[in-house]
């Protein structure tokens, strides 16, 4: 049974990187969360705190979770300042705590995000009595990968965002702190990792029913099979780390301890993985991916192996191909992956016949070269690039 608060429901948002906003709707309805709204960069939802503590502990795919404080018209800096001190911002503070904002204005009065930003820092120390440290943050509002650039030595940050369009101005506080990608487990990485809410994605995109076998040929630091085994195990992707919102002081340490328990009980109630093998050609890659399930406390389910491409062998039954070939920038110079790609479909058409596949590329005609019959489910930027997921079932063998 769900644990749930009967306090007051929030706005909340959940950021999540472009692309993404559809599953990480479909990921908050799953959680028991009915009134959901898509728009760009995210999924807004209301809910009570355990509605917010669950989404931090148990989405996959969000980047952070924003508690919405208040909305207003602001065309003048002394209405922004008055207004903005009228909020409740001793709820997220303490004293020796910093504050991280992060401004952005469109097509308003007040455009200057620099004058903005001075303003509302000065009604949140004259709403508290005391002026917090001002740290630097580096990234867009919007962005969940959203960075602390300079963190006072043994202070908490408290991240600010404020947007102001057509003269409306949106206060929202950050609940989750570090980017809800940072799980806690990958410290070791290789060439051009996926980050853990995307890998989680691409499983999810895939319809992967976490009871057939996975296979990942390309698995660089493992993330796609260290999430397959979380998410087949019901394990919460949140569970080994810490949460801005721990440290506000309305913050319920008995409701986050009951949905602790029972998160651990459904894990518990989880039956056993099912066949997940990740591979790679490369040493470090395959070393990154050990050492990286062993902090996930998921070694025990995977099956990693260094082997090239033509060594790949598919599991008994039929099931999944979920992997991020090398693609865009992980060419190397001078080097055509298309014979690559068409090797895939190769072994896959030779060895893998039945099975479901969906492959991640930023490249169109590396994907034609596989051969397979696939089609776009997904289409996301990461890193920097445009990419699509795409998937499909790789012809039986007559």
Avoid at 41 to 65: C, H, K, M, Q, W
Avoid at 108 to 120: F, I, K
Avoid at 309 to 326: E, F, Q
Wanted: positive net charge; hydrophobic residues 45%.
């Amino acid at each position: 049974m769900a644990v749930r608060s009967t306090a007051m429901e929030h706005v909340l948002f959940a950021v999540t990187p472009p692309g993404l906003e559809d599953i990480a709707a479909a990921e908050l309805r799953a959680l028991g969360v009915a009134r959901t709204e898509v728009a760009p960069g995210g999924v807004e939802f209301r809910g009570t705190p355990s509605d917010l503590y669950r989404a931090n502990l148990e989405l996959r795919t969000a980047g952070r979770i924003l508690l919405r404080l208040g909305s207003f018209g602001a065309k003048r800096f002394e209405t922004l300042r008055r207004r903005a001190a009228a909020l409740p911002w001793e709820r997220f503070f303490a004293r020796g705590d910093a504050l991280a904002l992060r401004v952005t204005c469109r097509k308003s009065r007040l455009y200057h995000s620099g004058a903005v930003a001075e303003r509302l820092a000065e009604a949140i120390a004259l709403r508290l009595g005391w002026s917090p440290a001002r740290v630097r943050v580096a990234g867009d509002a919007q962005d969940p990968e959203l960075e602390v650039a300079a963190q006072p030595a043994g202070a908490r940050v408290q991240l600010v965002l404020a947007r102001i369009e057509r003269d409306l101005c949106a206060l929202s506080v950050d609940a989750s702190g570090e980017p809800l990608h940072r799980r806690g487990y990958r410290q070791a990485t290789g060439k051009a990792p996926l980050r853990e809410t995307l890998a989680a994605a691409l499983l999810l995109a895939s319809g992967w029913d976490a009871a057939s076998p996975l296979v990942d040929p390309f698995c660089g630091s493992g993330s796609i099979a260290i999430e397959a085994a979380l998410l087949a195990r019901l394990r919460a992707p949140g569970r080994a780390r810490r949460f801005a919102f721990e440290a506000w002081r309305d913050f319920e340490a008995a409701l986050w301890a009951r949905l602790l328990a029972a998160s651990d009980a459904r894990s518990a109630a989880a039956p056993p993985p099912p066949a997940i093998a990740a591979s790679d050609r490369d040493a470090g890659a395959v070393a990154a991916t050990r050492a990286n399930a062993a902090r996930a406390g998921v070694a025990g389910d995977l099956d990693i192996s260094q082997r090239a491409l033509s060594a790949l062998v598919s599991p008994p039954g039929v099931g999944w191909v979920v992997t991020n070939p090398p693609h865009g920038v992980r060419l190397s110079r001078g080097r055509d992956l298309r014979d690559l790609y068409a090797r895939l479909g190769q072994v896959l058409r030779t060895r893998f016949g039945g099975w479901h596949v969906a492959l991640l590329s930023s490249e169109p005609r590396l994907l034609a070269a596989a051969g397979l019959p696939l089609e776009p489910v997904l289409r996301l930027r990461h890193g920097g690039l445009r990419l699509q997921l795409v998937r499909g079932r790789v012809p039986e063998r007559t």
